[in-house]
Nanobody, 125 residues
Framework: EIQLVESGGGMVQPGGSLRLSCAAS????????MSWVRQRPGKDRELVAE????????NYLDSVKGRFTISRDNAKNALYLQMSSLKPEDTALYYC??????????????????WGQGTQVTVSS
């Protein structure tokens, strides 16, 4: 059974940091590009960051560039999102998602075939 399980969310003050993790199982993780997608309150889901299977390529949402870093450890079947200088507008449910089409294909929700359950990030003073 394919599973993606996120962890690491929580409440943090503006300017703080969090590290999200996604544990993958049930498929050859190292063969797939992966993404972090978030859904802010009242908004559509948006791509935050994506990474190629070999970690050689990454892409970021403009508003998180320089603040967020996506990474992966293929030996541990794990995906990460290091978030720094967090802002209230980063408050969202964060999902990891498997991308069978690859990061060269433009973002569209339907290109992901498996999603985690999400982890909540709340940035508030």
């Amino acid at each position: 059974e394919i599973q993606l399980v996120e962890s690491g969310g929580g409440m943090v003050q503006p300017g703080g940091s969090l590290r999200l993790s996604c544990a993958a199982s049930g498929f050859p993780f190292s063969r797939y590009d992966m993404s972090w997608v978030r859904q802010r309150p009242g908004k559509d889901r948006e791509l935050v960051a994506e990474i190629s299977s070999d970690a050689g390529s990454t892409n970021y949402l403009d508003s998180v560039k320089g603040r967020f870093t996506i990474s992966r450890d293929n030996a541990k079947n794990a995906l990460y999102l290091q978030m720094s200088s967090l802002k209230p507008e980063d408050t969202a449910l964060y999902y990891c998602a498997r991308d069978p089409l690859g990061i060269t294909v433009p973002y569209n929700m339907i290109k992901y075939d498996y999603w985690g359950q999400g982890t909540q990030v709340t940035v508030s003073s």
